[in-house]
């Protein structure tokens, strides 16, 4: 982790190296609420639609994605709240002007989301389970 | 790319050490800077005011016109109540009554609520950012000028009895099948100002990630930044769906392409999809800039720093993301399956949690802080009553057996016009009396403000909590009148008499904004105690923006840094001085804001209004089927642009200018190229936008053929295959001749460089050719089949003459001095563009080639 | 008055009207009431909840209170609470779909949406010939009926409060929505999406019967028209037949065989004129036959205005005798 420092070249391409990790935290919970609702969508469409496979599979298979999809975010939720590292530091708000309080602002970004997108998922596979067929 | 140009390295010390900014500035060089720096922004005087671009001025024109088309909008409201205060009413006709709904609902999302964002955000988030200006203050006057010509355009339309009539929504096959030219002039004159829109959303964001203040990290932003980030990626993502809509409506009225025509294959479904990925997340759009504005005052109420940061910028960016998963819930009624219709309805509730966090971080700070109530803090208390009445009645309607019952019916405008009133008209009132003394350097009265706001908050209830009722006794939306004995009469002529009373409370508020202000007294510099950069503002005004650009640690500075204002004042923080006369703003890094760059920033000039005059040429003259003005009102436009961007972008600086003094003992670069650079994300945002309209287009495609038993339709002739491979490989060829033109002139290989421009130019060209002939088999009018592959194909074709234009830029610029080997910012912004043209070219060759053939054999 | 009466008491169910959610007088209706009485009821203690909290820390008791149960209220209220509550919320919902949407278990209809009118066709149990009944909707109390919608030129939607939930018509497409009516009565329906000029006037009697009486009326309907029995109403015919009515419209057992209008075989008996515009007095037909262009915008059938006044009464004396 760098702290403070000169102005360098290339400055965006050395900070974007530096927190692709976390970016891609912050991005990939909601990312994978939004695949997981658009393969429901686009999946059950195609099987009451337009016929290509039954829709009792269908259901079982999304089912299992849901699950591996709420696997997903629980572990980007548990890196997230690695990183933003409250434990050891204390510090809930991270309002600093330091490269770590940036740090552990987007562990804590990405954690929040985590939990948002894993009601988000969870909500959205309510009607898998609840509701049959192509009525 | 390790390479690093040293001599063109930022040098110096940062951040700051306390000791340099402790050090005072000698008056008199101080005095010298003052006065260079307020002639380089000095605003034009007399009629030449009006080429002013500053987002001072711009903003103001932009915010008055926006409220101007609102309180119109309005006026058709009252007109609307009127007529429906008592039964069987003959005030206006049926036809009449249609032109005011769409337009009242038209004007208030397209010229009222969505510019209102982008003019208030031009207007006050330089200022939150300590900028001295927007990253493209012309880009910002030709959105405004064009959002002008479109907007008196369509709403004028009503004055010649000409307006569409077929609701905001302009459901085909109701709409495509309209006479007149009503319906064409909400399409291309809306599409013209959805694309000033993206516009000004592409400037938001671009100035949010790279004009912040030295310092400003990401944790630090100003909360109402980080609403503008994701509401302009809103923006980016929701409006191209809904553009791409409007090409495919308007091919059908102008050229009977059978889109949305169920007698030839086509199906009216397809337009609501794309109409309501748009229209779903358009609700958000509106509401989080609001919220944004309640995120800056309640802190400064509560007289503490936000309680939950963090937790608002994740409801931020989830609400953006999840708000793109409720579409259907306008369409729970149209007969998709059970178990579709409940993963919206999922959705929709789902998006409450974040909507909450929301709600609960701003209670949540009231708590923890000592409350000092205003009249802003008043209208965001209204907004809170009326907003959460909207919510849970969102609720309701989110479950989709409940809106079976209710949906088109004044339940749901009673619902809607909760959710807006609360959700953004408070919310905006409230930014009004709140930062109403940055913008015009005077307080609005109190006592009129409170007048306005109990007459509105009253009115507004009085209007529409009965129309609850009203829709639940079983009254449909959009009737022009209705028959009496049903129990309707009472409620809805309570509605229209109080509808009224909110006119009355915005004459006030209007008349408090626009009354003479010339006797009363300045109003304070931080008339609020607020502790973000905005109210570091002059007073006087000065249309400097700031008079130095402070170097930020926290995010509340002016409440963190008793120094802060001290040190702005007396130029000791970044670019103190305008030594060349020019105007300037600083680039930093996306996440850390580090200095990188002194750019340069356009002054005032009439090249926006020439290109918006054109432009909104190319876009109205088809309403009236003159496509010949049209089309040389397009190559003008087109014409004028380039001319724009030559002469004042990327422009390489001289030698001796290429660094440059910023203040503090740092040395800058004045030129950038690549990510480094403003434009190459202003293209990089913009690209998104364009990919996601061809995404929608090649989404229809396969919807057809999802929900068409016999697409592509037995014995239908094909797209040319060896066409669209001659256009697959001429377009492949054309992106690695301009891949090869950047390497080569990057290693100071001009020449070669040069000759690849060209051929590229050509290479394109000839996959224009390979599409054209690949389509020629086909009679687009004959079926939606053909249509499609046919509308896929001017997409990519208008694209590439937009690369070969592009292509030939670069050559002209390399051949002129303008792009060098070094300078060469407008090849890598092009390049950009023919990543994005040349994966659309190759996706939209595989849809025409060979997605017929697999479907054809796949489908049972 | 009685009209402000009933913003007082909405639910009082005398007050509530023939078109109202409120008063449901089917099964479908009747659960939607429920939900939605419960959910009113949720959140009328939700707004309190939420804007009480307000006022009192900002008014009432405006002071610093400590930052830890200001991070509780926010962590709780904005999304334990609400995750909860609206998650008990969408499975209640999602449970009640498919009870809304149920096959039919009796009577089959299919009814096309014109502008502005309703093409309905009773398919009879025992597959015989479609009953082509226009501009009503009979349903038998206590089955489930299915009705199959579409329309020929643009989209409507099929709406019955007081009996359940809307369904769109599309052209081109049918969709499908089921009713079981519990209470014999007669009930409003209306267009519910923007159709045109002419919307506001897109409405219909339904009519719910004891099961008997619904077939004894359905048998009726399938019988052909009754010649006219009055002088005047023969007078009315050789009218009708004379201005080339029939182009448009259907009588069954007469040469007039158009199908762009309604069928008028038995528009005698029908509760209403014009898709729920008029009523079905004498004075009425004449008014419809003379000013069918004021009474409903754009509509496609021309004014008669050419016709004298006896000729109107005649006109009108033929079709009030079609019963």
Redesign the interface.
């Known amino acids: 982790m760098s702290e403070e420092h000169a102005p360098r070249p290339e400055e965006d391409r050395r900070e974007f190296a530096e927190e692709t990790e976390s970016l891609w935290r912050v991005t990939f919970a909601p990312a994978l609420w939004a695949l997981h609702f658009l393969a429901c969508y686009g999946l059950v469409s195609l099987a009451c639609a337009r016929g290509l496979f039954p829709i009792g599979a269908t259901r079982a298979g999304l089912v299992g994605l849901t699950l591996l999809v709420l696997a997903g975010i629980a572990w980007l939720g548990w890196r997230g709240f690695r990183q933003w590292d409250v434990h050891s530091t204390g510090r809930r708000a991270n309002p600093g002007g330091h490269a770590e309080d940036r740090h552990q602002f987007l562990g804590h970004a990405a954690f929040l989301l985590a939990i948002i997108s894993f009601i988000g998922v969870i909500f959205v596979s309510l009607p898998l389970i609840m509701l049959e067929g192509c009525r | 790319m390790t390479k690093e140009p040293s001599d063109t390295a930022p040098r110096g010390p940062f951040p700051p050490e306390e000791a340099m900014l402790a050090e005072p500035v000698p008056p008199e060089l101080d005095a010298a800077r003052t006065a260079r720096l307020r002639a380089a922004w000095k605003a034009p005087t007399g009629w030449r005011y009006w080429s002013a671009v500053n987002n001072t001025e711009v903003g103001k024109w932009y915010s008055l016109t926006a409220l101007f088309f609102m309180l119109c909008a309005g006026v058709m409201a009252l007109i609307i109540r009127l007529q429906l205060a008592v039964p069987e009413n003959e005030l206006v006709s049926s036809d009449r009554f249609s032109q005011l709904f769409t337009l009242h609902g038209s004007a208030m999302m397209f010229l009222f609520a969505v510019p209102m964002f982008e003019a208030i955000s031009i207007l006050i988030l330089p200022g939150m950012l300590g900028a001295r200006d927007m990253p493209f203050p012309r880009l910002s006057a030709f959105g405004y000028w064009c959002f002008l010509i479109g907007g008196v355009f369509v709403i004028g339309s009503i004055l010649f009895d000409a307006a569409p009539t077929s609701g905001w929504f302009m459901y085909p096959p109701l709409a495509t099948q309209a006479e007149g030219p009503g319906s064409d002039i909400w399409l291309l004159g809306l599409s013209f100002i959805e694309v000033a829109s993206i516009a000004a959303a592409v400037e938001l964001i671009v100035g949010t990630l790279k004009c912040r203040p030295p310092g400003m990290r990401v944790n630090l932003m100003p909360l109402y930044a980080w609403y503008v980030m994701v509401v302009g990626g809103m923006i980016l993502f929701a409006f191209p769906p809904l553009i791409a809509g409007d090409f495919l409506f308007e091919l059908e009225r102008s050229f009977d392409w059978p889109f949305f025509d169920p007698t030839r294959g086509g199906d009216p479904m397809l337009w609501q999809h794309l109409f309501w990925i748009f229209g779903h997340p358009e609700v958000y759009i509106i509401f989080l800039p609001s919220i944004a504005i309640a995120a800056m005052i309640i802190p400064t109420a509560a007289r503490r720093p936000i309680v939950g940061y963090s937790w608002i910028v994740l409801s931020a960016v989830g609400t953006g993301f999840l708000s793109f998963g409720l579409w259907v819930h306008h369409m729970f009624t149209t007969g998709l399956p059970n178990i579709s219709l409940g993963f919206f309805s999922a959705a929709s509730e789902a998006v409450v949690i974040p909507t909450g966090v929301q709600l609960f971080a701003f209670l949540a700070t009231l708590m923890a802080g000592r409350v000092k109530m205003s009249l802003p803090m008043l209208w965001i208390a209204g907004a809170l009553a009326i907003f959460t009445t909207g919510g849970l009645t969102g609720l309701m309607l989110a479950i989709a057996p409940f809106d079976f019952q209710v949906h088109d019916t004044y339940f749901v405008v009673a619902h809607l016009h909760y959710t807006l009133f609360g959700g953004m008209i408070f919310p905006v009132m409230a930014g009004v009396y709140y930062f109403y003394p940055f913008i015009a350097k005077k307080l609005l009265s109190e006592r009129l403000g409170r007048w306005a706001f109990w007459l509105i908050f009253t009115g507004f209830n009085v209007t529409f909590l009965p129309m609850h009722l009203t829709g639940l006794l079983g009254m449909p939306r959009r009737v022009y009148t209705y028959p009496t004995g049903l129990g309707w009469d009472g409620l809805n002529l309570v509605s229209s008499l109080a509808a009224f009373v909110i006119a009355a409370g915005f004459a006030v508020f209007v008349w408090d904004l626009v009354r003479p202000k010339g006797g009363q007294p300045l109003a304070p510099r931080n008339p609020w105690d607020a502790g973000t950069l905005e109210w570091t503002h002059d007073v006087p005004e000065e249309t400097w923006g700031v008079r130095s650009i402070p170097h930020v640690t926290s995010r509340y500075p002016l409440w963190d840094d008793p120094a802060l204002l001290a040190r702005i004042d007396a130029g000791r923080y970044y670019l103190p001085d305008a030594e060349t006369g020019r105007r300037e703003t600083l680039i930093t890094s996306v996440i850390d804001a580090e200095p990188m760059q002194i750019q340069r920033v356009t002054g005032p000039s009439w090249i926006p209004h020439v290109a918006a005059g054109f432009t909104g040429g190319a876009f109205i003259f088809p309403t009236f089927h003159l496509y010949w003005p049209a089309i040389l009102c397009g190559i003008c436009a087109v014409s004028a642009i380039l001319w724009w961007l030559w002469r004042d972008t990327a422009r390489p600086p001289a030698p001796e200018d290429e660094m440059r003094d910023a203040g503090l003992g740092l040395r800058l670069p004045t030129y950038a190229a690549g990510p480094s650079s403003a434009g190459w994300w202003a293209m990089w945002i913009t690209m998104f936008g364009d990919a996601t309209a061809f995404s929608s287009v090649i989404f229809g495609f396969f919807f057809y053929w999802t929900a068409q038993p016999d697409f592509p339709p037995p014995g239908a002739a094909h797209a040319d295959g060896t066409g669209t491979a001659l256009a697959a490989l001429a377009f492949a060829a054309a992106w690695g001749l301009a891949r090869a033109a950047q390497r080569l002139n990057r290693g100071g290989r001009r020449e070669p460089a040069r000759l690849a421009l060209g051929a590229g130019a050509v290479a394109a060209a000839a996959g224009i050719g390979g599409l054209l002939l690949a389509v020629a088999p086909l009679s687009p009018s004959s079926h939606v089949y053909p249509a499609i592959l046919c509308a896929i194909a001017v997409w990519i074709i208008a694209h590439a003459g937009l690369g070969i234009v592009m292509l030939l830029y670069c050559l002209a610029g390399s051949l002129a001095g303008k792009l060098t080997p070094r300078h060469d910012a407008d090849l890598q912004n092009v390049m950009l563009f023919w990543h994005f043209l040349a994966a659309s070219a190759l996706v939209a060759c595989a849809v025409l080639g060979l997605a017929p053939g697999l479907m054809t054999g796949g489908a049972p | ?4 009466a ?2 007082a008491l ?1 639910w009082l169910a005398g ?8 008063a449901p007088a089917g099964e479908d ?1 009747a ?2 009431h429920t ?2 009485i419960v ?2 009821a949720g ?1 009328v203690v ?2 309190v909840l ?2 009480g ?3 009192y ?3 009432i008791n ?6 830890r ?3 509780l ?2 962590a709780v ?3 334990l609470f ?2 909860i509550v ?2 008990t ?10 009870d ?2 149920r ?1 039919g278990d009796g009577l089959r209809l299919h009814v096309t949406g014109e502008q502005w009118w309703w093409r309905v066709e009773y398919q009879p149990a025992d597959g015989g010939p479609p009953v082509v009944s226009p501009n009503e909707i009979r349903l038998p109390a206590g089955q489930r009926a299915e009705l199959a919608l579409t329309s020929s ?3 409507h ?1 099929l ?1 019955i ?1 007081a009996l ?5 018509m ?4 049918e ?2 929505m089921s009713l079981r009516p519990t209470e014999p009565g007669s009930y ?1 329906g ?11 006037w897109m409405a219909f009697e339904a009519v719910v019967m004891e099961p008997a009486a619904f077939e004894a009326w359905l048998a009726a309907e399938a019988r052909d028209a009754r010649a006219p029995a009055t002088p005047e109403a023969r007078r009315g015919a050789d009218i009708f037949a004379r201005e080339g009515c029939g182009a448009c419209h259907a009588v069954r057992g007469t040469d007039a065989q158009g199908s762009l209008g309604p069928d008028l075989t038995h528009v005698g008996s029908r509760q209403s004129l014009g898709a ?1 515009r008029l009523g079905t007095g004498l004075e009425d037909f004449a008014t419809w036959i003379a000013h069918v262009d004021a009474l409903k ?2 509509v496609e059938m021309p004014a008669y205005d050419h016709l004298s006044e006896p000729e109107r009464r005649a006109l009108a004396a033929y079709l009030k005798g079609l019963e």
């Open positions: 008055m009685t009209a402000l009933c913003a909405p007050c509530a009207g023939r078109q109202s959610a409120l209706a659960a939607l939900l939605f959910m009113l959140a939700l707004f939420m804007n909290l307000f006022f820390l900002t008014r405006p002071v610093a209170l400590p930052l149960h200001a991070r209220l926010m209220g904005g999304i609400p995750t609206v998650g919320l969408l499975v209640w919902g999602l449970s009640l779909l498919p809304q949407r096959p030129h643009v989209i939607s709406w409060p359940g939930g809307k369904m769109d599309f052209p081109g497409r969709t499908v409003r209306q267009c519910a999406e923007f159709c045109g000029a002419s919307h506001a729920g915008p754009e």
